[in-house]
């Protein structure tokens, strides 16, 4: 009948089927589903074979359509073989297939599964830049929504020209001649301070712009001497 099974994984393995009418699916369990392996048509054989040390099924064959399968049990085995030495050679032979078949098979399931890990692992790598560009990009998108405001602090501030001379040379030394890279340690040593005096100094986004302040390591002492230099009312803007 269709969809009934003609053997089961795990089920004892008792006999030698011969497929006379109908078609069954071949499955085997892999990566917690069903994978079809083969399909058995009619004048195929299935099952235990002569000589053969299968004790339980491996996999699972279900009927496509109704179908007549001729079953042999291991006890007769040892009749067939005296009697029929030409069939016997045979299974032998198909045995041997079968052995080949499922070696490459095994081989082609590492692969996979090499290909796999491969693959996860890959995608790994490049979910990290992709999250890196995606929080970059929520930064440039926070800091761009920052510029009207910030260009209209620049159009109002009162700094006389030798002073906005006098920081322009500053910042693009900063650029150009940047310091020695710090440590991790130091680095978020410098973050945490220049953080907690911009806090005092009622910044609204310190911990950001500290981070980018030490990324060309301006420290807490140079924008001190901005504030100095600025005074109080344009140094928000001219930091910015």
């Known amino acids: 009948m269709k969809s009934e099974a003609l053997f089961s994984k795990g089920d004892p393995a008792y006999y030698f089927y011969y497929i006379l009418k109908g078609r069954f699916r071949l499955f085997m369990d892999q990566n917690g589903g069903k994978r079809e392996i083969k399909l058995l ?10 000589y053969g040390r299968m004790t339980h099924a491996t996999g699972s064959a279900v009927a496509m359509d109704h179908s007549e399968v001729f079953a042999v049990h291991l006890e007769h085995f040892s ?25 490459a098979m095994c081989a082609q399931n590492e692969k996979l599964i090499s290909l796999g890990k ?6 790994h790598e490049l979910n990290n830049p992709a999250s ?31 002073l906005v001379d006098y920081l322009n040379t500053w910042l693009f030394d900063i650029i150009d001649n ?39 390591q301006v420290l807490t002492s140079d924008v001190e001497k901005m504030q100095a230099i600025t005074g109080e009312e344009g140094f928000q803007t001219t930091l910015r």
């Open 41 to 50: 048509e009619p004048l195929e054989i299935s099952g235990l074979l002569f």
């Open 79 to 103: 009749e067939m073989i005296q009697e029929k030495p030409i069939l016997t050679e045979a299974l032998v032979h198909h045995m041997a297939s079968r052995i080949r078949n499922c070696t």
């Open 118 to 123: 491969l693959s996860a692992g890959l995608a």
């Open 132 to 162: 890196a560009m995606v929080s970059t990009s929520e930064a440039l998108l926070k800091h761009l929504r920052l510029v009207p405001e910030v260009f209209k602090g620049v159009m109002t501030a009162k700094i006389e020209p030798e």
């Open 178 to 216: 940047p310091r020695p890279k710090v440590n991790l340690f130091e680095r978020t040593k410098a973050e945490d301070q220049l953080t907690d005096w911009l806090d005092d100094q009622n910044f609204e986004d310190s911990m950001d712009l500290a981070e980018v302040l030490v990324d060309y």
